[in-house]
């Protein structure tokens, strides 16, 4: 997926006095270029009852280096073998260990089937201060045949040995409760080794079903 980067020649608007402001006859216009940032698809996991999926270098591919500077997983059609959490960790030393200490924060709106209840809430029992153990990215996954969840995470940089790497999350899912949840994730892995895989699961039972898929992007 490309994405589109707009050039400003020249824009002159002229009011005429009595009427709606209009472009002058000598603009130049504007011009649009289909130029710049892209994403590559580098690697799709596709989940049957697996307790984890992981994205690591394997023996003919390498999914995260210094090749680009962000990195995006999606997520399609989480789907839990029991009603629970979905969260990730990073690792530094190649996937032997998934324990990076991070902090974090967890926010989401939210709405019932029903609507008998909405708003937004912060929840403190699903952020990290200094923490080494998973980050939710979703809260209580509905395991109902019809419930599931999706969404997206960016990594920054993760290849990067100066500075700690930042991560912003967005998703949405059908919660146990039947309601609509949609929490915002964000926070940074707070190490300056490079993360060179990634590892996603749920808190209790498997990944009965569902996709998730990196891309980098330029």
Do not use: C, W
């Given at each position: 997926?490309?994405?589109?980067?707009?050039?400003?020649?020249?824009?002159?608007?002229?009011?005429?006095?009595?009427?709606?402001?209009?472009?002058?006859?000598?603009?130049d216009g504007l011009e649009a270029?289909?130029?710049?940032?892209?994403?590559?698809?580098?690697?799709?996991?596709?989940?049957?009852?697996?307790?984890?999926?992981?994205?690591?270098?394997?023996?003919?591919?390498?999914?995260?280096?210094?090749?680009?500077?962000?990195?995006?997983?999606?997520?399609?059609?989480?789907?839990?073998?029991?009603?629970?959490?979905?969260?990730?960790?990073?690792?530094?030393?190649?996937?032997?260990?998934?324990?990076?200490?991070?902090?974090?924060?967890?926010?989401?709106?939210?709405?019932?089937?029903?609507?008998?209840?909405?708003?937004?809430?912060?929840?403190?029992?699903?952020?990290?201060?200094?923490?080494?153990?998973?980050?939710?990215?979703?809260?209580?996954?509905?395991?109902?045949?019809?419930?599931?969840?999706?969404?997206?995470?960016h990594l920054f940089n993760p290849?990067?040995?100066?500075?700690?790497?930042?991560?912003?999350?967005?998703?949405?899912?059908?919660?146990?409760?039947?309601?609509?949840?949609?929490?915002?994730?964000?926070?940074?892995?707070?190490?300056?080794?490079?993360?060179?895989?990634?590892?996603?699961?749920?808190?209790?039972?498997?990944?009965?079903?569902?996709?998730?898929?990196?891309?980098?992007?330029?």
């Open positions: 997926m490309a994405l589109n980067k707009l050039k400003f020649n020249s824009l002159n608007v002229t009011p005429t006095a009595g009427k709606t402001v209009g472009f002058n006859s000598d603009a270029t289909f130029s710049g940032g892209a994403m590559t698809f580098i690697k799709k996991l596709t989940a049957s009852s697996d307790s984890t999926l992981s994205f690591v270098d394997g023996s003919s591919s390498v999914v995260l280096d210094n090749t680009y500077k962000e990195y995006m997983f999606t997520f399609k059609d989480i789907h839990g073998s029991a009603d629970s959490h979905f969260g990730f960790n990073g690792s530094i030393d190649s996937g032997s260990n998934y324990n990076v200490t991070k902090t974090t924060t967890y926010f989401q709106a939210y709405h019932a089937e029903n609507a008998s209840d909405a708003g937004v809430s912060y929840y403190t029992d699903s952020d990290i201060a200094q923490g080494t153990g998973f980050q939710r990215l979703m809260r209580h996954i509905g395991a109902d045949n019809d419930q599931s969840g999706a969404g997206y995470l290849s990067d040995t100066t500075f700690v790497k930042h991560f912003i999350a967005v998703t949405n899912m059908s919660n146990k409760d039947d309601l609509s949840y949609n929490p915002y994730v964000a926070g940074y892995f707070n190490t300056t080794s490079a993360i060179d895989a990634v590892q996603f699961k749920m808190e209790s039972g498997n990944i009965d079903a569902g996709t998730i898929t990196l891309y980098g992007i330029n």
